[in-house]
Nanobody, 117 residues
Framework: QVQLVESGGGLVQPGGSLRLACAAS????????MAWYRQSPGNQRELVAT???????NYGDFVKGRFTISGDFAKNTANLQMNHLEPEDTAVYYC???????????WGQGTQVTVST
């Protein structure tokens, strides 16, 4: 069973920045995709950014150049740098990975991001 641990959420003012981090257990090079999703109350979980091991990084339309996903597939880590945060970015952010061998998907427990004055 893969375990994901997220960190870096918190309260930030509009226009501010946060950096989320995710560390997944398991052997190096275990995953073919790492991503971040988010979910706010009353809404479905939506893609923030996905980073395939081979291929192009993709972002949700709402990102508009404000966020950057990065990571290290050898270390099983993923980060999300979020700049110019807006109140609409308030949500629980989840780390996601997909395992190469089984194609199984795993989720972190989520980290709260609140953008407010």
């Amino acid at each position: 069973q893969v375990q994901l641990v997220e960190s870096g959420g918190g309260l930030v003012q509009p226009g501010g920045s946060l950096r989320l981090a995710c560390a997944a257990s398991g052997n190096a090079w275990s995953f073919n995709t790492m991503a971040w999703y988010r979910q706010s109350p009353g809404n479905q979980r939506e893609l923030v950014a996905t980073m395939p091991r081979f291929g192009n990084i993709n972002y949700g339309d709402f990102v508009k150049g404000r966020f950057t996903i990065s990571g290290d597939f050898a270390k099983n880590t993923a980060n999300l740098q979020m700049n110019h945060l807006e109140p609409e970015d308030t949500a629980v952010y989840y780390c996601y990975v997909r395992q190469i061998i089984s194609n199984a998907e795993f989720w972190g427990q989520g980290t709260q991001v609140t953008v407010s004055t």
